[in-house]
């Protein structure tokens, strides 16, 4: 089905180095969405931007929409080992798709101690 | 608050059986979704529920799948007959707002 183009897919990172990943699109979406999920739990919601150009924080996490609706970033600051697990972004097209959301193919994040 | 309730959190059944996935979504959420995960397709919307009504069921891939949802608090997604092609983990999601869903912890289902 349709996706989202998430990069990178995996990342391997020193804790306390900051994290940063991003989907695009071809599409205009009205809402993106950032999940974590890890293994064997559904995807959790972290952050959910409803604006172009809105800038959101989640404690060490900041996420944006950007400015041409078509893509979206997350970072994720000072990075800890609880932060492993994938990293989905998802967008929505209310008008056009209603509730359903595009989830990108996920950013696998490991962090060394 | 309770988040959204699924069972079984594991499956395992052999071809042909019937199978019936179960979902309590967060209370006053008026939108409930299943979603399937596979490694090759990722997530994917099966169908979508507004105030206990289907909206778009587009997502359904056979008539061998069929979803209810006969009250506020229940919906269930029901396989018959299972196929090995079946085997994912089937997600439901609630939501207040059409867009800001949260997740269940998901069944895995494992069909022989």
Redesign the interface.
Known sequence: ?Q?LNQSPQSMFIQEGEDVSMNCTSSSIF??W?W?KQEP??????LI?L?KAGELTSNGRLTAQFGITRKDSFLNISASIPSDVGIY?CAG?D?YNQ????I?G??TELSVKP | DAG?IQSPRHEVTEMGQEVTLRCKPISGHD?L?W?RQTMM?????LI?F?NNVP??DS?MPEDRFSAKMPNASFSTLKIQPSEPRDSAVY?C?S?LK?????????T?LTVL
């Open positions: 089905g996706q009205n809402t969405l999940y064997g739990e559904g995807p959790v919601l959910a409803y989905f929505v209310i209603g509730g359903k959301l989830f193919q996920g | 959204v939108y979704f979603y397709r990722g997530l994917e919307l979508y507004n909206i778009d997502g997600f999601a939501s059409v867009d800001t869903q949260y997740f269940g912890p998901g895995r």
